[in-house]
């Protein structure tokens, strides 16, 4: 069996990347990212549920129906282009056909992306007066460099690579994210872009991804908010040459289980980054009648202010917990539900236990990963969602967000 490696630093065979600074951000960080296909690529994405949503996610969605081929995405960060009025998408129109003219594309090949601060109109004539610089800068390692631009409250840039073998052909994928705050599971609720070299039908594309979404990125909370801006994006060139992959072949599995993977580690990165985030916070929901009423149960806990506030404090409050299970709607027996923590045994059938007033339950409090397990005994269906809790400098971050 040929061996898998997983990589930081990388390259994806057909793509090049750059991040710069423009002029949007006021410390000099950078704010402008470019993801370049040097061959036309099929695409697909996932998108906020968010009523209102930046002009960037009314253009991506409409040259994802339109476009067959894709070429390149720009992101810039620190302005979000949303509830700006017409200028918006004017905005949008103008950086496409600019950014066309240096690329030599068709604009409709382009996807656009903004994150940042919402209502404030976009400099647009700092960013057109930087893409010449960046797209000179373009370069097959430069996705450190992008996802360093597409980040704002992060604490650090989020990249990851994988390669895979489907028969005798080497399959690369990797992608860049930004998540810290307004992280909730209604997809995207974050910024992610991916490429792989592997060839597969747009369709089967958009299918893959929305698997992957489904296990991944709509898995992570941590405040319960839904972005204006947030997407997901899915570039496939196709220079590794393989049999175009198709649903429901053993080519199609491995490739949404690497596709999981990768997302998968993304979307970790995004909750382990949540503003002021001391703890990683797995919670599982087990023993119940539909993965549907798994996941509402699973959520519930995830988005307790109460329940991360407490896993902040170190406080093993059970009774925060059962709270948040019963209000979450779903029909159980209290009675029968058991409750554990890192494997210790908080709640069960009705009862705390002994071991939930133990102080070496509040040593495990101590530990940066928690592992929160509900079983409510009335089923066979299960579903994890990912958190982490809630800290003072969540409330200094926001509070001070825009001054």
Partial sequence: MKKESLSRE????????????????????????????????????????????????????????????????????????????????????????????NLLVDPKEIFIASTGIIGVPLPIKKIVQALPILSKNLSPTGWAQSAEAIITTDLAPKFKSLSFYIGKHKITMGGIAKGSGMIHPNMATMLAFIGTDAAIDKKTLDRALKEANNKTFNRITVDGDTSTNDMALLL????????????????????????TELCLYLAHKIVLDGEGATKFVTIRVQGVKTKTHAHVVAKSIAT?????????????????????????????????????????VLFNNGMPEKSSLKSNLRKKMKSKNIFICIDLKSGIYSDEVYTCDLSYDYVRINAEYTT
Wanted: positive net charge.
């Fill in 304 to 344: 307790s202010l109460l329940v991360k506030t407490a896993l902040f404090g170190q406080d093993p409050n059970w009774g925060r917990i059962i709270a948040a299970v019963g209000s979450s709607g779903v029909p159980f027996n209290p009675n029968k539900i058991k409750i554990l923590l890192n494997d210790s």
């Fill in 236 to 259: 496939a060139n196709g220079k590794a040459k393989n049999i175009s992959i198709r649903a429901g072949t053993p080519a199609y599995s491995k490739f949404v289980d690497k596709l």
């Fill in 10 to 101: 990388f390259r994806i065979p057909g793509f090049s990347t750059a991040g710069i600074f423009c002029g949007i951000k006021t410390n000099k960080q950078k704010d402008l990212a470019l993801i370049f296909s040097e061959e036309p690529s099929v695409g697909a994405g996932v998108f906020t549920s968010n009523k209102v949503v930046s002009p960037t996610i009314t253009w991506s969605q409409q040259i994802l129906k339109t476009s067959k081929k894709f070429r390149a995405i720009v992101i810039n960060s620190g302005n979000a282009n949303a509830c700006t009025g017409p200028k918006g998408m004017e905005d949008c129109k103008s950086l496409a056909s600019k950014l066309s003219k």
